[in-house]
């Protein structure tokens, strides 16, 4: 009896990270419809059928990307994270660590908000992928509780303080502003008095 092995390839983490960067480029550039695996592995600088031995297809590919880009926001927000703190403090810090990494990562915000309104959204399993932000939104319970915080659905005190960064992070959307850390503080005492009762 003969019996045949497969010989399994390898993952390369210089690749996957190349793909990785591709494919949040090129989405950017063309959108989610018009990018195709072998679009995503010439720029990567790798055969299409290197991307299967990293993903099952290209959905895989987007859904995997996001997942990861939210993983590196909700790292760097949650950076010296002290929920010891008092709280207008830890929301402070917070605030500029989403503002800092937004403004350096502009790429990748703007494939999470495309990724966030396209259909692909669906297929991520949005529980798990907030999980790491299960911090912040205690945080905000306590700041309900202790009558610091307006007691409105934790959905609005989530926008309210995060969606102003992403605006004012994004030189998109700010055309020729740059902002300097008095105007990064300002922003954040109007967000927080936006939240405060």
């Not at 092995?5 to 018009?34: H, P, W």
């Not at 309104?117 to 912040?136: G, H, I, M, Q, R």
């Not at 959905?155 to 998109?172: C, E």
């Amino acid at each position: 009896m003969i019996v045949y092995y497969r010989k399994m390839r390898t993952q390369d983490e210089e690749k996957k990270a190349a793909l990785f960067e591709a494919t949040v480029k090129l989405v950017n550039e063309i959108g989610f419809a018009s990018s195709s695996v072998s679009k995503i592995a010439k720029i990567a600088n790798v055969s299409p059928s290197t991307v299967y031995v990293y993903y099952e297809n290209k959905q895989d590919l987007l859904v995997s990307t996001y997942i990861e880009l939210k993983g590196r926001l909700a790292r760097a927000v949650l950076d010296d994270f002290d929920e010891s703190l008092p709280l207008r403090d830890i929301m402070e810090r917070l605030w500029i660590n989403m503002f800092n990494y937004i403004s350096n990562n502009l790429e990748y915000n703007s494939y999470i908000e495309q990724f966030a309104n396209s259909p692909y959204a669906s297929l991520v399993d949005v529980e798990k992928l907030e999980k790491p932000f299960t911090k912040v939104r205690k945080v905000f319970q306590k700041g309900i509780e202790q009558k610091i915080l307006k007691d409105v659905d934790p959905n609005f005190l989530t926008a309210f303080t995060f969606k102003p960064v992403s605006f004012l992070a994004n030189p998109h959307f700010c055309h020729g502003v740059e902002y300097g850390e008095e105007d990064i503080v300002r922003a954040f005492i109007m967000a927080w008095d936006a939240l405060k009762l």
